[in-house]
T-cell receptor, first 114, second 117 residues
Framework: AQKITQTQPGMFVQEKEAVTLDCTYD???????LFWYKQPSSGEMIFLIY??????QNATEGRYSLNFQKARKSANLVISASQLGDSAMYFC???????????FGTGTRLQVFP | GAVVSQHPSRVICKSGTSVKIECRSL??????MFWYRQFPKQSLMLMAT?????????EQGVEKDKFLINHASLTLSTLTVTSAHPEDSSFYIC?????????????FGNGTRLTVT
């Protein structure tokens, strides 16, 4: 069965520092995709970054990068130069095969302090 | 800016009434949309896949007669919670893919917080 695991319920980071949010996944499908979303207290889900299973290079989007280690089945999110506005819940999600259905992890609450 | 619009953002209704939630794709067509549910301090769980012009596909354990989904056009899907009860109180959120490739981002609406009294 496909599964996403986020083992860090909460993380703290000081402003301007980098932080890594962990995500591991399990699937037997050779084709899959991995997403990270940010959910502020207002509730909306904000797309951050995507990594396809066949992508050779790690995805990057501004201050966000995805550390994709296929053999270890991990897709950690790295946020560089943290900002106070980065404080939110972060969800890792996996696309099932060639569908758009997402399986979500339990999330990590990130708090950035001055 | 937002690519998926959801309305209303909040709704309070009395037990036994029905509530309709709209999900619209802005400036793009979405033949498929997805409805998720999120309980407080929990993750998102897929409820159903909304298919334009055909019946929705429900995940195991989701009552199709309770959660009616209609995808009448390429830009609009609606979720109707029928005969709502307090246990239906939750955060409902829809998503759609912007772009034609599987690697295109899946965008979410802003969600609807339903409270049934």
């Amino acid at each position: 069965a496909q599964k996403i695991t986020q083992t860090q319920p909460g993380m703290f980071v000081q402003e301007k520092e980098a932080v890594t949010l962990d995500c591991t996944y399990d699937t037997s499908d050779p084709s899959y995709g991995l997403f990270w979303y940010k959910q502020p207290s207002s509730g909306e889900m904000i797309f951050l970054i995507y990594q396809g299973s066949y992508d050779q290079q790690n995805a990057t989007e501004g201050r966000y990068s995805l550390n994709f280690q296929k053999a270890r089945k991990s897709a950690n999110l790295v946020i560089s130069a943290s900002q106070l506005g980065d404080s939110a819940m972060y969800f890792c999600a996996m696309r099932e095969g060639d569908t758009d259905k997402l399986i979500f992890g339990t999330g990590t609450r990130l708090q950035v302090f001055p | 800016g937002a690519v998926v619009s959801q309305h209303p953002s909040r709704v309070i209704c009395k037990s036994g009434t029905s509530v309709k939630i709209e999900c619209r794709s802005l400036d793009f067509q979405a033949t498929t949309m997805f409805w998720y549910r999120q309980f407080p301090k929990q993750s998102l769980m897929l409820m159903a896949t909304s298919n334009e012009g055909s019946k929705a596909t429900y995940e195991q354990g989701v009552e199709k007669d309770k959660f009616l989904i209609n995808h009448a056009s390429l830009t609009l899907s609606t979720l109707t919670v029928t005969s709502a009860h307090p246990e239906d109180s939750s955060f409902y959120i829809c998503s759609a893919r912007l772009g034609v490739t599987l690697g295109s981002p899946l965008h979410f609406g802003n969600g609807t917080r339903l409270t049934v009294t």
